[in-house]
């Protein structure tokens, strides 16, 4: 079965570095997917408000990602194409158009949060104010889309995101109370104070984050700019199984960390330096730059993945060329919808929206575009005619159905729950 789209050119060499590297572009896209701006805020917020009483919204999130991203890398390493060409091929452009214009609508406004989001870094390290900071951002972040290879993004970014580390060291420095966050753990529901339809609106919103659309169809196109096969499967699913549930753990470091710090204050978490406060109590200074650091290589890599996601899929739907690994001459129309989708985001930002305010919104739009995204690809990951024998097995067939089942009750959820709690306001 031939392309609809022109796939991009084969890269040049480095066998030995690309199986060291293997895993980095599953890193990029679990910090990107777990740990962007909305997720930093929410799990701290979740933590400081509830406890550790929604860990089980991360495990859920994390089994979740994995299984469809896991479909969405099989896809690509057995037919060489990303999984959003194949969904418009294989159930029609309409269907697809649909797609298209739910993910991207949520695509496009989680952009806007997460150039938001390099900015609060910036203005944590710099006492500048993060507007200020917001234009440089967005020419910053479009001469590195423009310029700079996919896989020097991929290992920067994703590499550096890990000094999020610094939350996991400083759960343990704080000496937490290990039995009263085990008890909130093991006994989910709202503490004295809150009220079970905040907790659930939470939980949503925690659930979206976790697999937001951008996710699977950015991991699934890189695989295609990094060209892999069916010999590639194991990459692909080392990618999956290592990649996204690391990126769960730091999102768990941030919730715990401020479960110990914040939640037996009765203390609430709106703003990402208090965020970093749980690190610079535990380590000081160097703890807090290490958390700076750590946000801003989060939330630059979450808008890296943002915006190569929109112009992934408007050129995959349109069949136009596409790829980090063309010339930008070559795949004019793809960078213009990537410089389209950054001055929109910034646009959004100008008007004074505050980036956190902004990412819940976005949170609660991509539950309701969840069921959109991940029945094509469950659909897809069934079809013989692109994947012969490597379809899906029993077992994935069971864990996509179930969840499908469970991203239907979230999108139908979410916007009454919105409005009955006030954005989590209670």
Known sequence: MTSRTEAPPSPAGGGGVKQVLAIALGVLTAIGGFVDIGDIVANAEAGARFGLAHAWVLLLGVIGICAYAEMSGRVTAVSGRPVFDLVRERLGPRVALANLAGSLFVTVLTLGAEIGGVGLALQLATSVDYLLWVPVVGVVLWATLWRAKFSLLENLFGITGLTLVVFIIAFFRLSPDTGQLWHQAAHPGPPAGEDWGTYWFMAVALFASAMTPYEVFFFSSGGVEERWSSKDLLTS??????????????????????????????????ALSQVALPAAVA???????????????????????????????VAQYFGWAWGKLRRPREAARFHTVLMVAILVGVAVLMTTIDPIQLTEYTLVFSAVALPLT??????????????????????????????????????IAAIPLMIVTRMGGG
Request: charged share 10%; aromatic share 10%; hydrophobic share 60%.
């Open 374 to 411: 991940y029945l094509p690809i469950l659909v897809v990951a069934n079809d013989r005619g692109y994947l012969g024998r490597r379809v899906n097995g029993r077992l994935a067939n069971t864990v996509g159905l179930l969840y499908l089942a469970i991203v239907l009750a979230a999108a």
């Open 237 to 270: 699913r080392v990618n999956v199984f290592v990649g996204f549930p690391l990126g769960g753990l730091l999102a768990f470091a941030l919730m715990a960390t401020a479960a110990t710090v914040f939640h037996p204050l009765q203390m609430s978490v709106d």
């Open 283 to 313: 380590l000081g200074k160097l703890g807090l730059a290490a958390a700076i650091l750590g946000f801003f290589a989060a939330t630059f890599g979450a808008a890296m993945e943002t915006g190569l996601s929109s112009a992934y899929t």
